[in-house]
């Protein structure tokens, strides 16, 4: 009797065990999917397509392959080109890791997965469409959608000394660089300080560095120089809004285009 009885209690705590034991297994194997999936979603797999834009007068081709290299073929105004090398995938992002460097600017380093039909350059912001059946031609957008715009009644306070800093770099950068070789935030620098000076009443900045500023502005032709580079909209006041900078110039800008001097 002592011996049954012995004998179905082993046997129900072994059955527990078991059934315990299938649970952590069951458990481990869930939270070991949990974090493969996790994994993949920031470091996507590799992929075989192919996305196609027109701009320039140029057909540009971009064939991505499961292996993880890529192939950007051109033909047309830019010439017949194929640029070749590896890239990866991040959450939303294409990551060119080669190849890009030396293409005068028509191969960036990262593009925009949009909605998985579409790629945008994070650059030059025209977009490219997923080939597909039937679909072989595609005119490409200007993107200037995906940025964030910026509160254009935001203040850009600095101090008066802050700002003369500025007016002689940029006079530093006007004097030794052509105006296509300054990188965009100094472009922006240079905008905002053009309007603040502007749209001054204080009679001091009618003379010394600012005033040489102004003028070597006018002789750079630099209004008609930036406008050649950089896509832009009418803003108030009949000047310009850059949409990549995201900045105006001339016309009656907003205070996030100009310095406020405390």
């Not at 315990?20 to 949990?34: E, F, G, V």
């Not at 890791?97 to 030396?102: I, N, Q």
């Not at 803003?235 to 850059?242: D, H, Q, S, T, V």
Request: with cysteine; glycine share 6%; aromatic share 14%.
């Amino acid at each position: 009797m002592i011996y049954a009885i012995f004998t179905n209690r082993l046997w129900e705590v072994f059955s527990q065990s078991a059934v315990m034991c299938n649970l952590m297994t069951t458990l481990r194997n869930i939270l070991t999917i949990l974090i493969l999936t996790s994994i993949l979603k920031v470091n996507g797999q590799p992929f075989d397509k192919t996305y196609q834009g027109w701009w320039a007068t140029t057909s540009w081709t971009f064939d991505f392959k499961s292996d993880g290299t890529y192939k950007r073929i051109s033909a047309g105004h830019y010439g017949n080109t194929t640029v070749s090398g590896a890239y990866r995938v991040s959450n939303d992002t294409i990551q060119l890791l080669t190849g890009f460097e030396k293409t005068h600017g028509t191969v960036n380093e990262k593009y925009l997965i949009d909605n998985d039909s579409l790629i945008i350059d994070l650059d030059l912001y025209y977009d490219y469409k997923l080939v597909t059946t039937g679909t072989n031609f595609y005119n490409s957008k200007k993107r200037y959608d995906i940025l964030t715009k910026p509160n254009m009644d935001s203040l850009i306070v600095i101090t008066r000394q802050q700002f003369d800093t500025l007016v002689n770099k940029s006079i530093s950068l006007l004097t030794n660089h052509r105006i296509i070789e300054i990188q965009e935030n100094d472009h922006i620098m240079i905008i905002r300080l053009i309007n603040t000076i502007n749209m001054s009443q204080d009679a001091s900045f009618k003379n010394g560095i600012y005033a040489y500023f102004i003028k070597l502005v006018k002789d750079k032709d630099y209004e008609k120089e930036i406008s050649t580079y950089y896509d832009w909209i009418p803003n108030r006041g009949m000047g310009f809004y850059f949409q990549k900078l995201q900045v105006e110039l001339g016309g009656t800008p907003h205070l996030h285009s100009r310095y406020t001097i405390e």
